[in-house]
Structure formats: C-alpha cells, structure tokens
Antibody
Framework: EVQLVQSGTEVKKPGESLKISCKGSGYSFTTYWIGWVRQMPGKGLEWMGIINPADSDTRYSPSFQGQVTISADKSISTAYLQWSSLKASDTAMYYCARGEIWFDRWGQGTLVTVSS | DIQMTQSPSSLSASVGDRVTITCRAS??????LNWYQQKPGKAPKLLISAASSLHTGVPSRFSGSGSGTDFTLTISSLQPEDLATYYCQQSYSSPHTFGQGTKLEIK
C-alpha cells in the first residue's frame, strides 16, 4: 500500500528552527516527485514546491523561495521541509504529497504552531 | 503566477442534485487541471487529473471537463458523503497554483 507518513505536531517559538518529515513507503520513492502544500487555519491550499528525490531537483513557489528549504534523502525514502527561523505566520498545517503534475497520494499532515 | 478562480465559493445542495463547480485560469493551461476533495479535518484527495481523468477509486458520479481557461467539476447526483471543500489546481507552469476552494454543504 502506498503511504506517505508525516512527522508529528510541532509547537515552536518565533525564531526557532524546524525540520518536518514525510516518509514514503509501498512504492519506489525515487520514481515520483514529492510536493509540499501549506494550509493556514481556515484557509485554502497553497503549493509551496516540489522535489525529485532521485536527483534533488527542486522547484519553489516564489512565495516560499528563501523562506523554506525542501530536501530529500532517498536512502531512507524521506522528504523534508525546514525553516531556519520560524515566524508566527508559519502556523499552519503542512501536507506532503506525491507527484509532479498532480498529487495522487497525500500525507496525513503536520500541524505546526508558532507562538511565543 | 497563473491565477485560478473558482465559483461559487460556497454552495448548498440537496441529496440527488446535480452540482457544478467552475474553475477559470488567468491564462490558457491546456488540460493541465486537477481537482481535489478535502473533507473536514482530513487531507485532500485527488478526484480528477488532466481535466477529465477520474482517479482510481473515485465514484463515477464525479466528472470533469474543459480545456484552455475554463473547467468544470460535476457531481451528477449529490451524496451525503460529498460534503467537502473542492479545489482546482493548474499544473501547466510552476508554481502549480490552487483555486481558493468551493465549500459544498448538504441541505
């Protein structure tokens, strides 16, 4: 069974760093791109960027370029989304999803809360 | 960025109704249009890819059409489990932007 399993809920303070993960199983991890999608409280979906785990080719939305880093470790079938200095406005649910042109499988989401 | 505009933003319909949601792109995107369903408190799920291809396991009451700039998601006979927010997404050019969503309520 194809699965994307994300790391758990995070509660952080402004200025702290964070790295959340998304582990793929049930398929060849390097065959499909992995994307990240933000959903702020009560709001819609925002496409953040995608990575090709085979060669780490990465594309960012201009809205998120420089704000986050997307990476992947194909040896452990895991993709990552990281922040070097969180802001309160980063509070959101973050989803990873499989695919380049469409997202056919989604992780369960990681809730990130940033509050002083 | 390509802007995706959905209408309506919300709608209420009865079980058995035919429901149509539209999505308009700010420029031509061919058939690079996907539809997702997000039920309350859950992750989104792919319904339709490439404007009209039904994803595996999706009920046949869902269908998609359109090309260029105007697209439609149709539910032929609304069921109670279709309570959700529906999003379109273009994948013609990066960033692959989503529409703002259409919240579907059951009367």
């Amino acid at each position: 069974e194809v699965q994307l399993v994300q790391s758990g809920t995070e509660v952080k303070k402004p200025g702290e760093s964070l790295k959340i993960s998304c582990k793929g199983s049930g398929y060849s991890f390097t065959t499909y791109w992995i994307g990240w999608v933000r959903q702020m409280p009560g709001k819609g979906l925002e496409w953040m960027g995608i990575i090709n785990p085979a060669d780490s080719d990465t594309r960012y939305s201009p809205s998120f370029q420089g704000q986050v880093t997307i990476s992947a470790d194909k040896s452990i079938s895991t993709a990552y989304l990281q922040w070097s200095s969180l802001k309160a406005s980063d509070t959101a649910m973050y989803y990873c999803a499989r695919g380049e042109i469409w997202f056919d499988r989604w992780g369960q989401g990681t809730l990130v809360t940033v509050s002083s | 960025d390509i802007q995706m505009t959905q209408s309506p933003s919300s709608l209420s319909a009865s079980v058995g109704d035919r429901v149509t949601i539209t999505c308009r792109a700010s420029q031509r995107i061919g058939s690079y249009l996907n539809w997702y369903q997000q039920k309350p408190g859950k992750a989104p799920k792919l319904l339709i890819s490439a404007a009209s291809s039904l994803h595996t396991g999706v009920p046949s009451r869902f269908s998609g059409s359109g090309s260029g700039t105007d697209f439609t998601l149709t539910i032929s006979s609304l069921q109670p489990e279709d309570l959700a927010t529906y999003y379109c997404q273009q994948s013609y050019s990066s960033p692959h932007t989503f529409g703002q969503g259409t919240k579907l309520e059951i009367k």
